[in-house]
Nanobody, 125 residues
Framework: QVQLVESGGGLVQAGTSLRLSCAVS????????MAWFRQVPGKDRDFLAA????????YYADSSEGRFTIARDNAKNTVYLQMNSLKPEETAVYSC??????????????????WGQGTQVTVSS
């Protein structure tokens, strides 16, 4: 079994930065892809970024490109999401996930198997 625990959320002002962390435990994920999604009440999860654990190949949503950076630390078994220039409309619950999605499902929540409990990010104007 895989456990994912997010941290680093909180209340920030618009235009500032925040770094989220996702601690991974339970098994080796060398063949997995790690990703970050966010969700607001009443809406589906939105893909933000993904990274392959083995090669570190990254993928970004158009809305994230240039402002968000995903990275992993193999020694710490942790995945990070650095978010810059945050906007009030990005207030949401941010979740870390792991799976082995096909290329077409890489950007979909259904492509992933394991999820953390999520961390709230609130961006004030």
């Amino acid at each position: 079994q895989v456990q994912l625990v997010e941290s680093g959320g909180g209340l920030v002002q618009a235009g500032t930065s925040l770094r989220l962390s996702c601690a991974v435990s339970g098994r080796t994920l060398s063949d997995y892809t790690m990703a970050w999604f966010r969700q607001v009440p009443g809406k589906d999860r939105d893909f933000l970024a993904a990274i392959t654990w083995s090669f570190g190949t990254t993928y970004y949503a158009d809305s994230s490109e240039g402002r968000f950076t995903i990275a992993r630390d193999n020694a710490k078994n942790t995945v990070y999401l650095q978010m810059n220039s945050l906007k009030p409309e990005e207030t949401a619950v941010y979740s870390c996930t792991a799976g082995i999605p096909t290329p077409r499902r890489r950007y979909l929540a259904a492509g992933y198997n394991y999820w953390g409990q999520g961390t709230q990010v609130t961006v004030s104007s």
